[in-house]
């Protein structure tokens, strides 16, 4: 399975980008997709998941309302819209896939939690000045 994001770049602050993640390797279903990020110095923080049917969708709260995480299943794809960007918003965008089952009652705790994610790319640089 190999997981591809793409869509990064270097915006000034109020910009907007789009990243992309593309699943391939083999057909199955993806319980979660999500995205995290890591800043220079920084930790890994999740971002924004999704659910397999889209009925549950998470965000960091300091990014509601700016970026919206979308799907599309029949391209093993997923999406990140970023408006209004700002400089702490500067990082390595990371997109994970969950692929073990979860039951729908878990699916919202599991979301930020690096862990509970089976594959992940290799990240895309987004860099955003003032």
């Known amino acids: 399975v190999q997981v591809v994001e793409s869509g990064g770049g270097s915006v000034q602050t109020g910009g907007s980008l789009r990243l992309t993640c593309a699943v391939s390797?083999?057909?199955?279903?993806?319980?979660?997709m999500g995205w995290f990020r890591q800043a220079p110095g920084q930790e890994r923080e999740f971002v924004a998941a999704?659910?397999?049917?889209?009925?549950?969708?998470k965000y960091l709260e300091s990014v509601k309302g700016r970026f919206t995480i979308s799907r599309d299943n029949d391209k093993n794809t997923a999406y990140l819209k970023m408006n209004n960007l700002e400089p702490e918003d500067t990082a390595v965008y990371f997109c994970?896939?969950?692929?073990?089952?979860?039951?729908?009652?878990?699916?919202?705790?599991?979301?930020?939690?690096?862990?509970?994610?089976?594959?992940w790319g290799q990240g895309t640089q987004v860099t955003v000045s003032s």
């Open positions: 390797g083999r057909t199955f279903a993806a319980y979660i």
């Open positions: 994970a896939v969950r692929e073990r089952v979860i039951t729908p009652v878990h699916i919202m705790g599991a979301m930020d939690i690096q862990y509970e994610y089976d594959y």
């Open positions: 999704i659910s397999w049917t889209a009925n549950t969708i």
